[in-house]
RNA sequence: GGGCCUGUAGCUCAGUUGGUUAGAGCACCGCCUUGAUAAGGCGGGGGUCAAUGGUUCGAGUCCAUUCAGGCCCA
């Protein structure tokens, strides 16, 4: 090693006459201090509606906004959807689209009804409404806030909600083309129902609690006619932990695939019978009841049981045998009791069958006149258990009873056990427009592809759709009874109804009198209103019509739909469905989906964890753009493939963090080299461009070209690994480092220098524009450091100019990069050995082959130098196949100025300068 | 249990119609630089392509099964 490597450089004496960058651009982002400043400035200057203004006449793309439910902080989860949203908007924008974002809120629904109900009790459904509303417009407030901070354009300040009574009325009017289309009608369905509170309460109400019930084993004798032999005289048996159900079975279901053996049983007290039982349960049987199989007549799958009958134990009448893939084989006998009235299995099977929903019990859980035993009538069911199983007894009906302790569902306010019962219910016949949904499915292009297989089959196999709900927060299902309980469906009144709650909202529907809705909408004396709210996917699956259809900025259908992909179930198919019915077309051309946001592990983070899982993350936006700033959040989301479940932990916005010093420096150092440079005047023409100039510009083209496809795509990902890579490779380690000789050493007015700053302007300008969806900060305060006045987000994305499409010199850039690998693990191999320290101090010989590496430029010994940032390079070709590098000590005087290490150096007037610095000093 | 989907380096992801030693960025290790400096450059290590079986001259890429995970149902 030199005496000079080890000796402390001095001071560099010229180092005034370098051009270093300069620029105020800060390398420190601080983004949680600055994007606060800049989204107020924004704010000022009406940005949104500026943007609005310059893309009003252009074509219109419409991205419909999901609303989230008004309840709670946002979570990643709804971070991501929105960030994804905003991307979209701001990339269609500078794609030349006018798209205006109106985002919008759910408001109504149980879970905030349930919040307001908890905190206080005995309140009237105004109050209830009222406090609703409130609770729902403070969340509201406190979303849209975040969205704001993560730099989501909209018009916040207009947002739709549904609880608008614009809104609402436009729903009451989609119901009344329901209604007109003959798609409603009204049935009997099993509902959860507390008899403590009299009222049916939905699964979020109900609390699990240990329960001690009687259970018993009954039998049903067969009894169709021309039974098979070893039928004949054969009794079924059920198990169940609800005797009071029994007056209402209409059927027994057997599982279709179980073996179930037919024979002869006795017991201890040898009285012989023949049963049914499966066949995994027969010991279970007998051990519970004391029969047991004594010969085996037959074995049978339960397919085989399917189409027979049963005679009812008590009752004149019989039940049907049926099958039923929920038959589990853990407890029982592999045969269940069916009462459609009393269970959603039960429903569920009961309507299969063309069972009657037989429900013989009131809100306060007594038997009516219906249960068919007078003994029963006005009893409460639980009290009836005792009489039915003495009943049982009595008939010979009766095999067995135990107490059974099971956890059992209460009502979470007056702690009685619920049970079901079917109370009338309204539903929409999705037949009648299930072949036109599916039709309109293969019409919108869904993406992923397979999210079109998801929305078919849910559409292909959901049954009719329950639209009422036994609540209070909610819009009014806008029926009304005649005083004998004659209910009023009609779309006529519907739409009288709707008018004056677009006037007053739907608070009117509690708060005026029977008397005075019945005149309002003209029925008779003696009508009453319904006291059902709609379900609320109604409320949001109206949208297109409350909203798109209504915007004057908006049209339908919505060129764009983006939920996560539990919506194939719920949104996208309410809307589908009502649609479908509005206008006869789907609401949307296009759907995308994203996952939903999971650990590292790729486990799901759900609100629900937070609160069991004390080492828990935070998962809220808040916490994230408070201590990273939005513009990570929204790197986060562009850096992910968010067509799968989306990885998320605190480690992975460090990791952002990697990246985002990266752009933010090379954007820093981009505008610090063109310090002192005015484009207007100092700008070089194209064929002054150096090679290296055409190299990158040919790169930006081409940077371009696939971030505009990939933003057209949705693949923000792709936008954001380009964008990486340019900066990174392509800028950092090649263009920046190679031109620094030039625009720190060459005279200010050098045309190398200027070529580079005019190269470094045009790279600049393009990636603030390709990095604004994205960085919508960080690009803007670039923009800004540029010299513009206006914000990067009234921009379009740079335009293409094949003009600086450079085949040539990326064909030569290609090959010299083969070289330089070569010569730098030469370098490499000195440096390691301490030959040398920086590349400047070596003398480089390489050896070329004879074929190849024939561009001109390796006979440009100044232009291979700069590239490869040497000092001195000296070429032999020989026949060798591959290129080799050898690297020794340079021989020659360090310039002080430029550093190099060149033979020039020593010569007056000053000694210690390069002739290229003793120029530029000059 | 059913429907739809996913499983490639520590992390996030690329891998065209099956065909050379599986790639990138970040992270990691070592060196250089101190004129992008709470920056920058160079070099390097690291993968049984979830597992098993099959089709094929040849499979990360096709088929089957299994395991793990997600959403929606039951």
Redesign the pocket.
């Known amino acids: 090693m030199s005496d000079k ?1 080890k000796e402390k ?1 001095a001071p ?1 004496p ?2 005034e006459t ?1 051009h ?2 300069v620029t105020e651009f800060p ?2 982002a601080s983004l949680t201090e600055r994007e606060p400043q800049r989204l107020a400035k924004w704010e000022a200057e009406g940005l949104y509606q500026q943007i609005q203004e310059k893309r009003r006449g252009s074509r219109k793309f419409i991205l419909h906004d999901g609303p989230p439910f008004a309840n709670g902080d946002v979570h990643m989860g709804t971070a991501l959807n929105k960030i994804l949203k905003d991307l979209v908007v701001k990339s269609k924008t500078m794609l030349g689209w006018h798209a205006p974002f109106v985002p919008g809120w759910d408001c109504h629904g149980l879970p905030i009804e349930f919040r307001v109900v908890k905190e206080s009790t005995g309140l009237t459904p105004v109050e209830v409404r009222r406090r609703s509303e409130e609770y729902a417009r403070k969340y509201i407030d406190i979303q849209r806030n975040s969205f704001k901070r993560l730099g989501v354009f909209g018009d916040w300040e207009n947002p739709y909600l549904t609880l608008d009574p614009g809104y609402e009325a436009d729903i009451i009017r989609v119901f009344a083309k329901l209604v007109e289309q003959d798609l409603v009608y009204r049935m009997k369905r099993p509902v959860l129902w507390s008899y403590g509170a009299g009222t049916a309460l939905a699964e979020a109400e109900v609390e699990y609690k240990d329960k001690v019930s009687p259970a018993i084993y009954v039998s049903f004798a067969l009894a169709s006619a021309n039974l098979p032999a070893a039928l004949e005289g054969a009794n079924l048996v059920i198990w169940t932990t609800t005797p009071w159900t029994l007056p209402a079975n209409l059927g027994i279901a057997l599982h279709p695939d179980f073996d179930y053996v037919v024979g002869e049983f006795t017991n201890a007290e040898n009285i012989a019978a023949r049963f049914v039982v499966a066949k995994s349960l027969l010991n279970e049987f007998a051990t519970k009841t004391g029969f047991s199989l004594v010969t085996e007549l037959a074995q049978m799958k339960g397919r085989e049981f399917v189409g027979l009958e049963t005679q009812h134990p008590f009752l004149p009448r019989t039940s049907k045998v049926i099958n039923g ?2 038959v589990t084989a853990d407890t029982g006998t592999g045969q269940v009791h069916i009462a459609p009235g009393h269970g959603a ?1 039960d429903y569920q099977a009961g309507r299969e069958n063309g069972m009657e929903i037989l429900s013989p019990v009131d809100g306060r859980g007594h038997y009516t006149a219906e249960v068919g035993l007078p003994d029963l009538v006005g009893k409460h069911v639980f009290q009836a258990n005792e009489p039915i199983i003495a009943l049982l007894t009595e008939k010979g009906a009766l095999l067995a009873r135990e107490s059974y302790a099971h956890q059992y569902p209460h009502c979470w306010r007056s702690k009685t056990p619920i049970i079901f019962r079917a109370v009338e219910q309204y539903f929409i016949r999705v037949e009648q427009i299930r072949s036109k949904a599916l039709e309109e499915i293969d019409r919108v292009k869904w993406l992923p592809a ?1 999210g079109r ?2 929305i078919y ?2 559409v292909e196999s959901r049954p009719d759709w329950c639209i009422s709900r036994q609540r209070t927060w909610g819009v009014p299902l806008p029926v009304f009874y005649h005083a004998d309980g004659t209910p009023v469906v009609s779309a006529e009144v519907a739409r009288k109804v709707a008018d004056i709650i677009e006037q007053v909202g739907t608070n009117a529907w509690f708060e005026k009198s029977d008397a005075e809705w019945a005149t309002l909408v003209g029925l008779p004396e003696g009508a009453v209103k319904g006291n059902d709210t709609l379900d609320v996917w109604i409320d949001s699956g109206c949208s297109h019509v409350a909203v798109l259809d209504r915007h004057p900025e908006l049209h339908s259908p919505a060129d764009l739909y983006i939920e996560a ?2 919506q194939h ?1 719920g949104w996208f198919q309410s809307s589908l469905m009502l649609s479908v019915v509005a206008r006869g077309a789907a609401p949307y051309k296009s759907v995308i989906t994203h ?2 946001v ?1 650990d ?1 592990s ?3 983070v ?1 609100k629900s964890d937070q609160g069991n899982d004390k080492n828990a993350k935070p998962m809220t936006a808040d916490h994230y753009y408070n201590k990273y700033g939005a513009d990570l959040v929204r790197l986060w989301v562009s ?3 968010y067509q ?4 998320f932990s605190e ?2 916005f460090q ?1 952002a963090s ?2 985002y ?2 752009l933010r ?2 954007l ?2 981009l505008l ?1 080299n063109l310090d002192g440079f005015n484009a207007a005047e100092d700008a070089v023409e194209a064929d002054q461009l150096t090679l290296v100039d055409r190299w990158i510009l040919s790169q930006l083209e081409n940077l371009k070209q696939e971030c505009r496809e990939a933003y057209d795509a949705y693949d923000f ?1 792709k936008v954001f ?1 380009l964008l ?2 340019f900066c ?2 392509d ?4 263009y ?2 190679i031109t ?2 030039r625009l ?2 060459d005279a200010t007015s050098g045309l190398r220098r200027r070529a580079t700053q005019t190269a470094i302007h045009r790279i600049t300008d393009a990636l603030c524009r390709l990095l604004a969806p994205i960085l919508s900060f960080t690009a803007d305060e670039a923009w800004e450091y540029l010299g513009h006045q206006t914000s990067v987000h009234l921009e379009d994305f740079p335009e293409l100019d094949p003009s600086y499409v450079n085949p040539e010199a990326t064909a030569a850039v290609q090959e010299l990069l083969k070289v330089r ?1 070569v010569i ?2 030469a ?2 191999k000195a ?2 050995e ?1 030959r040398i ?2 590349n400047l101090e070596a003398t480089v010989e390489l050896t070329l082959p004879e074929s190849g590496f024939q561009h001109p430029v390796f006979e440009a010994l100044p232009t291979l130098e700069e590239f490869f940032i040497l000092s001195v390079l000296t070429i032999k070709r020989t026949d060798a196949s591959e290129p080799s590098a050898v690297v020794l000590e340079s021989p020659h005087q360090k310039c002080a ?3 190099k290490h060149v033979p020039a150096v020593g010569h007056q007037p000053h000694a210690d300068l390069c002739d290229r610095c003793d120029e530029a000093v000059a």
């Open positions: 490597k450089d560099n010229y180092k370098l270093l960058p390398m420190r893939l929920f299995d397979w297989n998801r089959g849910t992909t539990d179930r996952g939903f999971v590292t790729g486990k799901k759900s850096s992910v493939d799968n479940e989306v990885p480690e992975l990791q990697e990246s010093r990266r420096n090379t820093r150092v610090g990902r690994v990486n890579q990174a490779v800028l950092s380690a090649l920046v480092d620094k000789d720190y050493c690998a730098q693990q370098i490499e440096r390691q301490k320290g920086s100025r430029c550093w």
